[in-house]
């Protein structure tokens, strides 16, 4: 069965004018990237998903991600279900930002998120396994981290200036978000019932 | 003898992964990194089927697909394409370059499995 739209990640589309920082920015959500060659900020909020920057400075093209794994096997096995579908999100962000003039061999990463912030969800690690995946991927793609700040318990607001690389990253101490964990606890289920599925095969 | 694959893509993941399937089910697998790599494998050795990514550095998988369809070894095999791009433009396009299939990521392997044993048929 092909891929559904609901899990297959998308491309952010939610523009807005960020006051604070006098910037057009772009909002990404969970299940979507972005990646863009203009002088954009990139902003997300992050609970258990994980976020991963990556950038190409020498011609200031970058883009950022926010994605889960379904619950499925060993997600440090490439092969497993949530290891392959892990593969597939962080491929179409690669893609995207090498079609906008990236060089796979330039480009640094950032890291944020795993917070295990849903109570529920804390015995299950969630957290834990899209950070063993991503750090995981990035090592074995030779893409090296610049920074990182993950696990804990929680969540995280992501400010990317793709352009650059900077990311000012701020913890939300304070603050329980009842409308970003359901969303995430959706985001999971959906790809969790939807992970055996896969691209469709075409023979001319 | 088993028969020989050919597998290339610029992600060392998608080719652990890829290459894993396929040797488990008996194959013989060499992997290039980009088609320029690959084109380069095609002229010294004789593979029976070849999986090619399309975005790929220095030479991409349409590019590759189109080059060894003008060496009289490789007119007649199985060239696949594994991509993200689901597109029925970039499908068109594979189609008229001369690729024999197109999937779609994500990688699933028992499906890789079963196109590889229908085209080598």
Redesign the interface.
Known sequence: M??SSEVREHLATHKYFDAKFKKAGIKVLPGEYYATKDDLMITTLLGSCVAVCLYDESVGVGGLNHFLLPDGGDSTD??STS???G??A???L??HI??LGG???RLRAKVFGGGNVIKSMTQSKVGDQNVEFVMG?LQ???IPIDAEDVLDIYPRRVNFFPATGRVMMKKLMNHYDNELIDKEIKLRKVVTEHRT???????? | MSKKLLIVD?????R??VE??LKGAGYTVKAAKDGQEALGFCRTERFDFVLTDQ?M?NMDGITLIKSLRAMTAYTRVPLIVLT?E?SDAM?QQ??AAG???????????K?LLD?VA??LR
């Open positions: 092909a891929l490439l092969l290891g392959r579908y593969v597939y962080m491929e179409l690669i893609n090498v079609k060089a796979r061999d991927y074995n793609e030779l599925e896969s691209g469709d095969v075409d023979l001319f | 610029d992600s060392p993941s998608v652990q992964m894993m399937t975005n550095p993200t689901a499908k594979g189609k690729a024999t299939g197109w999937m779609v990521k994500p990688f699933d392997p499906k196109v229908k085209v």
